[in-house]
């Protein structure tokens, strides 16, 4: 009867030491394989986001001339949208030069450049950027806004942003195409693919509603 107590406690005893074990291992980081990094690609937008329009944001933004903007001014035009901030050094620049590629592929696209750093992005260095940059000021707009729009329009394209020191932020490097509605196509971190492209040059042949939009769609754009 002892020794069948014993061997009964000591299976009790072994089974909780492994399951003791099995928690560990699963809350414990470092006992986790490392996970890969996709490459860079483009990706569908599908689901809530596909429907969801930002147009629908509220929000008071000013472009480099000062101007008063909404972002429902772009309704009726294809747009390439990406956040960044004017003082970024590495993928800021890389995100509109892949932009301006695209914008000597396709006559039609509108062009939107929104500032993750709204407190030094103000009117005038956007205009310096533009002007540095050489954007075409009737195809290309810089936006500066409050922190609250800026979070809210983030937060709906799913670009993640965090200031890591006074002068640098680590963020998202998206480039988001939007329909003549607003609603999100596609999305690409690096370069866009041939997929996004087409669907650029589709929206943009797609005739817009009557009285929707100030762009009269062209013919598709060769690609070299």
């Known amino acids: 009867m002892i020794h069948a107590s014993r061997v009964t406690v000591s299976w009790i005893a072994l089974v909780v030491l492994v399951a003791l074990l099995a928690l560990a291992t699963a809350g414990c980081p470092s006992q986790a394989a ?29 472009d480099q001339t000062g101007a008063a903007r909404s972002l429902a001014s772009w309704r ?12 970024c ?3 800021c620049p890389l995100a509109v030069s892949e932009m ?3 914008a000597a592929l396709d ?49 709906t394209l799913d670009v993640r942003y965090r ?10 490097n998206l480039i988001t195409l939007l329909d003549r509605e607003g609603r999100l196509v596609r999305q690409a971190s690096g370069r866009m693919d041939d997929s996004a492209l087409d669907a650029l040059h589709e929206i943009a042949r797609t005739a817009p509603r009557p ?9 598709r754009a060769h690609r070299s």
Do not use: C
């Open 107 to 155: 006559p039609d696209v509108r062009f939107v450049l929104v500032s993750l750093d709204p407190a030094r992005d103000d009117v005038d260095r956007l205009a310096d950027y533009a002007a540095e940059r050489a954007l075409d000021p009737s195809r290309w707009t810089l936006l500066t806004g409050s922190d609250a729009d800026v979070r809210d329009l983030a937060a």
């Open 34 to 62: 490392p996970a890969t990094r996709a490459p860079a690609q483009t990706a569908r937008v599908e689901g809530e986001a596909e429907r969801f329009s930002v147009y629908e944001l509220e929000g008071a933004w000013r």
């Open 211 to 219: 009285g929707v939009g100030n762009l009269a769609p062209r013919s």
């Open 76 to 87: 009726g035009t294809p747009v390439l949208l990406a956040m960044i901030y004017t003082h």
């Open 163 to 172: 200031r890591v020191t006074p002068e640098d932020l680590a963020h998202s």
């Open 100 to 102: 301006k590629r695209i």
């Open 89 to 91: 050094t590495a993928t």
